[in-house]
């Protein structure tokens, strides 16, 4: 099992750009999130996936699109970057709503 | 909106000694789920103790254990005979029913944990 895993580990961009973080986990979890780390801020909920096709926003959700074509995937898009994106990005998906939550390593973004 | 607060940025702890780390929430639920996250440097995210708001019982993992406190809505995180490998930023977070899987963080605590 490879868990959680996040690509790109580090990505540079220039304002405007777009750009799409991917996502995949092995585990069969119906329920997939994707969180952003500031400084200060702990982790804040940007999108969730209750199950392939279904899709919500989380707390800080502007600027961000997500789809869930498959249970494995859950990609994040960046639909033209600015300075305040600047963070770090984590996956993370859960057998159930109320279980643990396996992280992904992180995807370390700025924006230049 | 439900929020979780963690109000104390930086703690240490001598090794051998117990530490606890505070965290609260606001709801209107009666029906949630808390949970302690531990981050190290290395960045990745390790569940350390999960707690079901309907249970009485206090949770515990080994050296990890938790002073729920269901009607002050306080869920502090207590580690006994610290090592130094429990050097790392820790989360308290917050999940309500409804089956979201929607998790609401504190704003973290570093521990530093001195030899």
């Known amino acids: 099992n490879a868990g959680v895993t996040q690509t790109p580990k580090f990505q540079v961009l220039k304002t405007g750009q777009s750009m799409t973080l991917q996502c995949a986990q092995d585990m069969n979890h119906e329920y997939m999130s994707w969180y952003r780390q500031d400084p200060g801020m702990g982790l804040r909920l940007i999108h969730y996936?209750?199950?392939?096709?279904?899709?919500d926003q989380g707390e800080v959700p502007n600027g961000y699109n997500v789809s869930r074509s498959t249970t494995e995937d859950f990609p994040l898009r960046l639909l033209s970057a600015a300075p305040s994106q600047t963070s770090v990005y984590f996956c993370?998906?859960?057998?159930?709503?109320?279980?643990?939550?396996?992280f992904g390593p992180g995807t370390r973004l700025t924006v230049t | 909106a439900q929020t979780v607060t963690q109000s104390q940025p930086e703690m240490s702890v001598q090794e051998a000694e117990t530490v606890t780390l505070s965290c609260t929430y606001d709801t209107s639920e009666s029906d949630y789920y808390l949970f302690w996250y531990k981050q190290p440097p290395s960045r990745q995210m390790i569940l350390v103790i999960r707690?079901?708001?309907?249970?009485?019982q206090n949770a515990t993992e080994n050296r990890f254990s938790v002073n729920f406190q269901k009607a002050a809505k306080s869920f502090s995180l207590k580690i006994s005979d610290s090592q130094l490998g429990d050097a790392a930023m820790y989360f308290c977070a917050y999940t309500r029913s409804g089956n979201t899987g929607k998790l609401i963080f504190g704003q973290g605590t570093t521990l530093q944990v001195k030899p």
């Open positions: 993370a998906s859960s057998y159930g709503g109320f279980d643990e939550q396996y």
């Open positions: 996936s209750v199950g392939a096709g279904i899709t």
């Open positions: 707690q079901e708001a309907y249970k009485q």
